[in-house]
């Protein structure tokens, strides 16, 4: 926990240095089979295209037992109908549907990794409009380690792009 | 019916023209809860806002929505009415200058009594704190609010988080 506040804090810390390219993330999260309860997903976007970005995300559980599991995600997005991402050719685009790759895996309450893909079908705003709203993430999980595939959701999700 | 329909359209339509605020909007949240109330499951909010007094900040919004458990099959949906108002207004917030438009941190109280859908029995009621509630006009985002429930039919008391809400104007 102590860690998880010292990482957040660093993150913060260092954010205006890649200013204004990154965005701190807040959504929901949830999985097949999942334990029950409410699971959020904290996260951060860095874009390193007009329209790749890169993503790394804390999911952790909410209620009963806040931060009692714990997981992460890395991976990248791309974007499918324009560019998300400032840049000297192309305007930004308003709408638009990410895909996107990585790794992802829990390591508090429960341990396993794997990669996934996900499709995000609908989200609109972007380093432009410096609030980005995500609907309906859906996505695919490998885990590894007990060779199974779960399905994930991810219903909302709101990005702050950060000035 | 169809009168009825075309007045109601009418007035939405005329509301834009006497508008010194906004008068009617939507809401969408997100809850969880550790509460005899509710199963631990996560729960959706949707509902109606309307602000009684749109020309003032501090007026006072009713709320009028149903809450959705993740898991319909188990848990029926239930009716909330709710009030809430402003506490204060804080311009100069400290994520100001992380957000383009302009902002501006309201945290809000709301107290709701919750019904069934099915039978005319007080399911509970809950009062949400909002903390970290921003305005942008038309919109209000709300991240991380704490509830605190009461079941009437238990006589005992819960707590849960909104993880968020957003509250969209639009007349």
């Known amino acids: 926990m102590r860690k998880t506040v010292l990482v957040v804090a660093i993150l913060l810390l260092i954010t205006p240095l890649f200013a204004s390219k990154f965005a701190l993330s807040i959504g929901t999260y949830d999985a097949l089979k999942s334990e029950e309860g409410l699971d959020a997903q904290l996260g951060a976007f860095y874009g390193i295209g007009p329209r790749w970005e890169l993503e790394g995300s804390l999911i952790t559980k909410i209620t009963p037992k806040p931060f009692t599991t714990m997981g992460a995600k890395l991976g990248v997005n791309y974007s499918l109908l324009g560019p998300v991402y400032k840049n000297e050719k192309e305007v930004s685009t308003y709408a638009t549907m990410y895909v996107g790759a990585g790794v992802m895996g829990n390591f508090v309450g429960s341990y396993d990794v794997g990669p996934y893909i996900q499709i995000t079908p609908l989200s609109v705003g972007g380093e432009e409009f410096r609030l980005r709203e995500r609907t309906l993430t859906g996505g695919l999980y490998y885990n590894v380690i007990k060779n199974s595939l779960t399905f994930y959701w991810s219903l909302f999700s709101l990005d702050f792009f950060i000035k | ?171």
């Open chain 2, 1 to 171: 019916m169809k009168k009825v329909l075309i007045v109601l359209i009418f007035l939405f339509i005329s509301l834009s023209l006497f508008a010194t605020g906004w008068v009617l909007g939507y809401q969408v949240g997100l809850d969880g809860y550790v509460s005899s109330s509710y199963n631990l499951d996560e729960i959706f909010q949707v509902g109606l806002n309307l602000n009684l007094v749109p020309s003032k900040l501090y007026s006072p919004i009713i709320k009028v929505g149903t809450l959705i458990p993740k898991n319909i099959n188990k848990e029926a949906p239930l009716v909330n009415f709710g009030l809430s108002s402003g506490v204060f207004v804080w311009h100069n917030h400290l994520l100001k200058n992380a957000f383009r438009r302009q902002s501006a941190q309201m945290p809000r109280i709301e107290a709701s009594l919750i019904l069934s859908f099915t039978e005319p029995v007080l399911h509970s009621a809950s009062l949400l704190f909002k903390p970290f509630n921003y305005t942008f006009g038309d919109k209000e985002v709300a991240v991380g609010s704490a509830y605190l429930v009461y079941n009437f039919e238990a006589n005992d008391f819960g707590w849960g988080i909104r993880v968020f809400e957003i509250n969209h104007w639009l007349f």
